[in-house]
């Protein structure tokens, strides 16, 4: 059976049982009322105009400081811009053909032309002299279409905060123009928009959108003439934001290593603008900095680039190095993280990325996935065990069935009981009941690390336990596991019931199977040989698919360790060895 197959959509509600909770998630149904409220009266606000009149304001004639950008763009994405084709989500569309105002971008598309993020990779591959054309005749064609124009499309807050980020960042390309009627108008804009984020940034949606508004008050208090007076707004703005997204561990609250990467390039450009405007910047930012840099390293493979959680992917190793040096934090990966939720098992060349969290409320992430327990694993920069994977921020990259079918149990490292997903996946695309406790140990002795973990999201329906163990020998030559069903609640199924323990297997991985049907050899193209053993199921191969860091689907494979469990509960062991 297919992956596709396997996807159960429709799982009923589950039960929260008593336990040790790491993340409290019964209590949460998204966004309230009152919120939805809030938001809609925010964007009718936005078309009247009483709003364009809060916007007026001092024109600035300059800006009092460059940050520099500390991130370092893409200069193939660069050198394309120059031909006339912008890369976005392993697609290449026509500048010429672009239109700020065309309903009917993607998007995704859309949100990445309109935050000006592109300057970036502009200026990895151009001088100020020779890319100075192309940015400024972008910018005269979004003020033709939204310098009068305030609506969501384009005014959203976390664009407008970007948008200062990097018309900040890349003032020289987009003002070094003689035509003063255009510096003018680019300038008034930008404090126009910076007054918009002030009024607005505590509306933004709960998360990174909050936060990145916020980093934009205080850019523009930082940068733009007359600006001053709004910092100390912003930086208490951030900081309610930051302590509404954050774990005390620097993991966001919506577990997405994708998201993650984000905030370590903004909280760095965020202090180069403390920098370029001659200001201390304040400890609990720096902190914030190094919190999320050493949860971003937690969640990265022996490859250097991201594992695979929470409908992201691994994105690129160019991209999470550009990150990890510009924000220029010194610090380890974070091993034992509760909020967070990624347990890191590494040793030598081999390196372990456990889920050991429920997944996120829902007002924290939209398109979370029910992933607990699952793991990916590497070997030095060769994956071997993964999982299927996400688009990240490209979504409309993939068809819908198929987004949704990569959200489930089945498109994870896991175990899987009676092809039913481990928390609720409803059809309008949210997270039901399911997973709502998950109970974690963790041992380090000598090199060797073992973590164990449980969650309670099939109790209600077939009355068990899922508890998992991860050990890592010290040489990283051996990474063995048990995978235990144990009996829990009140509801007890009478007959056995059916389970698959899923291995999603990297693309570059072949697979050869035992006769007895209890291990196989995989060879990895171009790496080594790792063998697979297992006990108390049948072991065979069925197809699978990899999203791979440009959005792209690949072919795999998968090991599939199926059987029955009586209803008291069984355990099924498994080990990956290093050939010799």
């Not at 971003?296 to 690129?316: C, P």
């Not at 890191?344 to 007002?363: C, E, N």
């Not at 399911?434 to 099939?458: C, F, I, K, P």
């Not at 030559?477 to 048990?482: C, I, K, P, S, V």
Request: charged share 25%; with cysteine.
């Amino acid at each position: 059976m297919s992956l596709l197959e396997r996807i159960d959509h429709s799982q009923g509600e589950q039960e929260i049982g008593e336990g040790k909770r790491l993340i409290r998630v019964g209590d949460d149904r998204g966004v309230s009322l009152s919120e939805r409220l809030a938001y809609r009266l925010h964007r009718l606000a936005w078309r009247t105009p009483f709003h364009a009149f809060r916007l007026r304001g001092r024109f600035p004639l300059k800006l009092l400081a460059v940050p520099k950008d500390p991130i370092a763009g893409d200069k193939a994405a660069g050198e394309a811009l120059l031909a006339g084709q912008m890369t976005f989500g392993g697609k290449s569309v026509p500048i010429a053909k672009l239109d700020f105002a065309d309903p009917t971008l993607a998007p995704d598309l859309s949100d990445h032309l309109q935050s000006f993020a592109w300057l970036r990779d502009l200026a990895a591959a151009a001088t100020r002299e020779r890319g100075a054309k192309l940015a400024q005749s972008m910018v005269r064609r979004w003020l033709d279409s939204y310098a009068d124009q305030v609506c969501e499309r384009a005014w959203r807050a976390d664009l407008w905060g970007r948008r200062i980020l990097f018309w900040a960042a890349y003032a020289p390309y987009i003002l070094s123009s003689n035509d003063l009627v255009y510096r003018s108008a680019v300038l008034n804009t930008l404090a126009r928009g910076a007054r918009h984020l002030e009024k607005g940034a505590d509306k933004a949606p709960a998360g990174l959108p909050r936060i990145t508004a916020w980093i934009g008050v205080i850019v523009s208090a930082l940068v733009v003439q007359g600006g001053s007076a709004r910092l100390g707004a912003g930086e208490r703005g951030l900081a309610r934001a930051l302590a509404g997204a954050m774990h005390e561990d620097g993991g966001l609250v919506s577990r997405s290593p994708v998201e993650q990467l984000e905030l370590v390039e903004l909280m760095s450009q965020l202090r180069a603008a403390y920098y370029a405007g001659r200001r201390d910047v304040p400890e609990a930012i720096v902190e914030a900095l190094e919190g999320s840099v050493s949860a971003l390293l937690s969640a990265t493979l022996g490859d250097e680039a991201l594992s695979s959680w929470q409908g992201g992917n691994m994105t690129s190793r160019r991209r999470v190095s550009a990150a990890l040096e510009g924000s220029a934090i010194d610090t380890r990966a974070l091993r034992q993280s509760r909020g967070w939720g990624y347990q890191r098992l590494a040793a030598r060349k081999s390196v372990a990325i456990f889920d050991a969290a429920p997944p996120p409320p829902g007002r924290a992430l939209s398109g979370g996935c029910a992933s607990t327990l699952a793991f990916e694993f590497s070997d030095g920069a060769d994956r071997i065990v993964v999982n299927c994977g996400g688009v990240g921020r490209d979504r409309t990259t993939l068809p819908p069935d198929l987004l949704q079918g990569l959200r489930t149990s089945a498109a994870h490292s896991t175990l899987i009981l009676d092809d039913r997903n481990s928390t609720a996946i409803h059809e309008d695309g949210s997270l039901g009941k399911g997973v709502s406790q998950v109970e974690l140990s963790r041992n380090d002795n000598a090199g060797a690390v073992t973590v164990e973990a449980s969650h309670d999201g099939y109790v209600r329906r077939l009355g068990l336990v899922h508890q998992r163990q991860l050990s890592l020998s010290a040489d990283g030559a051996e990474l063995t596991g048990e995978d235990r069903l144990l009996p829990q609640g009140r509801r007890r199924r009478r007959d056995p019931i059916p389970f698959a323990v899923r291995f999603h297997l990297a693309p570059a991985v072949e697979v050869t199977t035992t006769a007895d049907g209890q291990g196989a050899l995989l060879r990895i193209k171009g790496g080594g040989v790792w063998q697979f053993r297992c006990r108390g199921g049948r072991l065979g191969t069925e197809d699978s698919l990899w999203i791979d860091g440009e959005a792209r689907p690949h072919s795999s494979l998968q090991l599939v360790v199926s059987g029955e469990t009586p209803p008291d509960g069984m355990a099924i062991s498994w080990m990956f060895k290093r050939a010799k």
